[in-house]
């Protein structure tokens, strides 16, 4: 089932929010420093715990790692980074999909029921909405159809934080 909400992604009771994070998953702005402030200071040092792969970057783009949610309704926050668009030819689709794909596979190893995305990309990383959306519910959906790793009675919300972003998702999901 897909649900689309207007509102703030930090308070949904779902089992595992999605964070659009940066590579060194230690909060920033937007939605990131949102989940930071509103799950407290363990989950800045949960995250300074994950090991680095290389110098600074925890999570790499298109990636995923997950936390618990400590004050968070939720169970689990999922971190992903997404692309910085610069005009759509330089992988950027490629990666905001491998998000999408990650954390929902990541979702599943953790037995979750139901999961929340932010329009991953779309803020400060200049991603179109109407790309990144149909992007965001193609990978959902594929997840969805019984693929062998699927959970198809997962509960998929996309927490769009403006009402215009809102009404890109409700064209794609009727």
């Keep these: 089932m897909i649900r689309i909400v207007q509102g703030d992604i930090t308070t949904l009771t779902v089992d595992a929010i999605v964070n659009a994070a940066n590579q060194a998953m230690l909060g920033g702005g937007g939605v990131d ?10 989950l800045y040092e949960a995250c300074l715990a994950v090991p680095e792969v290389r110098p600074g970057v925890r999570c790499p783009i298109g990636e995923a790692r997950i936390t618990p949610g400590f004050r968070l309704p939720a169970k689990f926050v999922l971190h992903t980074v997404g692309p910085v668009y610069r005009d759509g030819r330089h992988g950027e689709p490629e990666l905001l999909a491998a998000c999408y794909r990650n954390a929902l596979a990541l979702a599943a190893e953790n037995d979750c029921r139901s999961i929340a995305f932010p329009c991953i990309s779309t803020g400060v990383y200049g991603y179109p909405i109407e790309d990144a959306a149909k992007i965001a519910v193609r990978e959902v959906r594929t997840f969805m159809s019984g693929r062998a790793s699927a959970r198809p009675d997962m509960e998929v919300v996309f927490c ?4 215009r972003d809102k009404q890109v998702y409700d064209r794609l999901v009727p």
Excluded: L
Excluded at 35 to 41: L, P, V
Excluded at 160 to 163: I, K, L, P, Q, R
């Design 160 to 163: 769009c934080f403006s009402e």
């Design 33 to 42: 420093g949102a989940i930071h402030r509103a799950a407290g200071r363990e």
